[in-house]
């Protein structure tokens, strides 16, 4: 078959390497020169601990394994297996994650408690007060600038791989896409990857999309000077990730609400290494459109804070900060949303933030659907 995906970003990149990888010629569309979406202003944590029991965290483990596989054959993408802490600093947090823990599936997330001097054994560069952490082995990250670009270079050497960037899809057809240069492309099943590109021919083809879109803010430091050897995140990430959903989460919302910051822009903190000894740092979460052009400094004075809290030492200069937006299901319990909008085209969209995470498994499921 002739496949045609437009998107490169992390989700059209991972049909082109299914479709690639059972054979067919891949057409790959991208209407910026390089992916300058939500996949390259993330994490790129591999992120399965806080995953929600069922669909969404098969997926996840399911991605996890592929992520390995594909990290295996593509150094470049820079997987790596370093596993994940969340940081607890009282009681009441230590409640939720002894409640994630009592779980029948707390092994099959590969999670763990580790006290105060396990977790700095873990991980030396967290000398703050803590009272422990919950350990996540399952969890990795991949470098999101440099994962697109390696694997479109790898897929280039099959032979069966076009990366066509600069181009803007006018037309879908039946058996053909036709780009903003007016070329024409044939193809025998078209899969529409646009991200939160979600209007002009993705509306006219899903006018009633169940998606929506997140706007978010991160930052990047200049390099740490010493390994910070697993992600990093604080206790607030027991409010935004659904696994850890309970009695004891009630509790610590009652007893211990957010900061009025983190509160005001929905806040975790999150915190991932990249090769180049930086700090990727986040977030926020904002959902009413139109979203403002610029950032606020507030969210980052405060990750700031809690980062530096948990590092006990200054933060390094602070090089990049940027907004980014994905497309999210309307109905988050959804891990995607992917549907027929016509003969031989299909739309996948709506991973929210987990599409790093996620889309592996997402494609190779799409694969798996449309009989590749």
């Keep these: 078959m002739r496949v045609v995906i437009v998107g490169a970003g992390a989700l059209g990149t991972m049909h082109a390497w299914h479709a690639v990888a059972r054979g067919h010629e891949v057409v790959h569309i991208e209407r910026e020169r390089d992916a300058r979406g939500a996949s390259v202003r993330n994490f790129g944590l591999v992120w399965v601990g806080g995953r ?49 823990l009592s779980r029948s599936d707390a092994d099959v997330r590969g999670l763990k408690w580790l006290d105060a001097a396990e977790t700095r054994a873990l991980n030396p560069a967290l000398r703050g007060e803590l009272l422990g952490a919950l350990w996540c082995e399952r969890d990795a990250a991949v470098e999101p600038r440099l994962t697109q670009r390696a694997l479109r270079e790898h897929l280039t050497a099959s ?16 058996e053909k896409v036709v780009d903003d240069h007016g070329q024409a492309h044939h193809a025998d099943a078209v899969v529409l990857c646009t991200g939160a590109w979600l209007s002009g021919l993705v509306r006219e083809l899903a006018p009633e999309l169940p998606v929506r879109k997140v706007r978010l803010q991160m930052m990047q430091t200049d390099p740490l000077g010493e390994p910070l050897t697993t992600s990093v995140a604080d206790a607030d990430s027991f409010r935004y990730y659904p696994a850890y959903a309970g009695g004891a989460l009630d509790a610590l919302n009652d007893g211990q609400p957010q900061a009025d910051t983190a509160a005001e822009h929905r806040m975790q903190l999150l915190m991932v290494q990249r090769l180049d000894g930086g700090l990727t740092i986040g977030d926020t979460h904002e959902y009413a459109e139109p979203f403002g052009f610029d950032v606020v400094e ?34 988050t319990a959804r891990v995607v949303h992917r549907e027929q909008v016509a003969d031989g085209v299909w739309l996948v969209t709506g991973p929210g933030g987990r599409g790093m995470t996620c889309s592996p498994a997402i494609g190779e499921a799409t694969a798996n659907e449309l009989g590749w």
């Design 159 to 174: 032979g069966r791989y076009t990366f066509l960037g600069g181009r803007e899809v006018r037309e879908v057809g039946p």
């Design 52 to 100: 929600a029991t069922g669909a969404e965290l098969e997926t996840a483990l399911r991605a996890r394994e592929l992520w390995q596989e594909i990290g295996a054959r593509v150094p470049g993408v820079g997987f790596r297996p370093n596993g994940s802490l969340t940081a607890v600093r009282t009681e009441a947090e230590r409640a939720v994650a002894d409640e994630v």
């Design 298 to 331: 507030e969210p980052y004075e405060h990750l700031s804070d809690v980062a530096e809290a948990l590092l006990g030492r200054p933060l390094p200069r602070i090089r990049h900060r940027w907004a980014g937006v994905y497309a999210q299901c309307v109905d």
